[in-house]
Nanobody
Framework: VQLQAYGGGLVQAGGSLRLSCAVS????????MGWYRQAPGKQRDLVAS???????NYADSVKGRFTISRDNAKNTVYLQMNSLKPEDTAVYYC?????????????WGQGTLVTVSS
């Protein structure tokens, strides 16, 4: 199983970016999916998560600016980021709980860098 994240880049403050992350490989299905971020010298923190029933959860710092969504047919999770701020600069990682033959396993994407200039 692999998670491939893409969509990061350099954007000015106030701009927008959309991240995508697709799950590929052999599995039965995908449960919760999410996005985390890690800024230089800081720990990796949850940005947003979404269940199979589209119940969402957001970090307080991104509420009202970021929107997480998923396409179950494509096993893909998205993060629409609007009104970006310099403090949103970080490597963003996607995460998924994947159902396989012997249980539920958590996988991580490789990370995609988001840089917001002031």
């Amino acid at each position: 199983v692999q998670l491939q994240a893409y969509g990061g880049g350099l954007v000015q403050a106030g701009g927008s970016l959309r991240l995508s992350c697709a799950v590929s490989g052999t599995f039965f299905g995908v449960n919760d999916m999410g996005w985390y971020r890690q800024a230089p010298g800081k720990q990796r923190d949850l940005v947003a998560s979404i269940t199979t029933g589209d119940r969402t959860n957001y970090a307080d710092s991104v509420k009202g600016r970021f929107t997480i969504s998923r396409d179950n047919a494509k096993n893909t999770v998205y993060l629409q980021m609007n009104s970006l701020k310099p403090e949103d600069t970080a490597v963003y990682y996607c995460n998924a709980a994947v159902r396989r033959t012997f249980g539920l396993y958590t996988y991580w994407g490789q990370g995609t860098l988001v840089t917001v200039s002031s």
